[in-house]
């Protein structure tokens, strides 16, 4: 069955400062993974799908098979950053999206 | 021009009545989904559609019934309400086949 874990709840930094948003996964094929953001009361928008590899508002995410890891980064943080945000896994040929729990992320001045 | 709307936006009634939610995409996507985000803003799928049969269809009281009359349109009927149905349901759609979901602004569905 796949599963997607991000251990942490609610992630805060300092403007500025690099974040790190953890994502593991265990899937038995070949996955398709992504990162979704919610900010404030709005709707869930893809941020990054790791097979594209590009770069969205800062944020890179790596697919690593070995860790069964795809966390979600940016070296210097902005207040505008602050939302929730999901890593999700697709099969690579099916639909169904399977959520982690999210992580709130808060970026303070 | 919204991708994929959902109406309404904010439901506010009784326990026990019968509500719908609608939902309609434009995009041209196969395969349409309901998702529950509960308190903890944890995000569940509920039902996907893929040219309007039924193919994902997760442990959900059978209070709650999807209906796709089109490829464009999948609506959640709810009968019975409960205090437990509280939460924000959103609707998405995507080509399927492992391609990124678009989605809706949610229903916020608060039960009395």
């Known amino acids: 069955a796949q599963r997607v874990t991000q251990p942490e709840k609610l992630l805060s930094v300092f403007k500025g400062a690099p974040v790190e948003l953890k994502c593991n996964y265990s899937y038995s094929g070949s996955p398709e993974l992504f990162w979704y953001v919610q900010y404030s009361r709005q709707r869930l928008q893809l941020l990054l799908r790791h097979i594209s590899r590009e770069s969205i508002k800062g944020f890179t995410a790596d697919l690593n098979k070995g860790e069964t890891s795809f966390h979600l980064k940016k070296p210097f943080a902005q207040e505008e950053d602050s939302a929730m945000y999901y890593c999700?896994?697709?099969?690579?040929?099916?639909?169904?999206?399977?959520f982690g729990e999210g992580t709130q992320l808060t970026v303070n001045p | 021009d919204t991708a994929v709307s959902q109406t309404p936006k904010y439901l506010v009634t009784q326990m026990g009545n019968d509500k719908s939610i609608k939902c309609e995409q434009n995009?041209?996507?196969?395969?349409m989904y309901w998702y529950k985000q509960d308190s903890k803003k944890f995000l569940k799928i509920m039902f996907s559609?893929?040219?309007?049969?039924?193919?994902i269809n997760e442990t959900v009281p059978n209070r709650f019934s999807p209906k796709s009359p089109d490829k464009a349109h999948l609506n959640l009927h709810i009968n019975s309400l409960e205090l437990g149905d509280s939460a924000v349901y959103f609707c998405a759609s995507s080509q399927g086949g492992g391609t990124p979901q678009h989605f809706g602004d949610g229903t916020r569905l608060s039960i009395l």
């Open positions: 999700g896994l697709q099969w690579a040929s099916g639909s169904r999206l399977t």
């Open positions: 995009l041209g996507h196969d395969t």
């Open positions: 559609y893929n040219n309007k049969e039924l193919i």
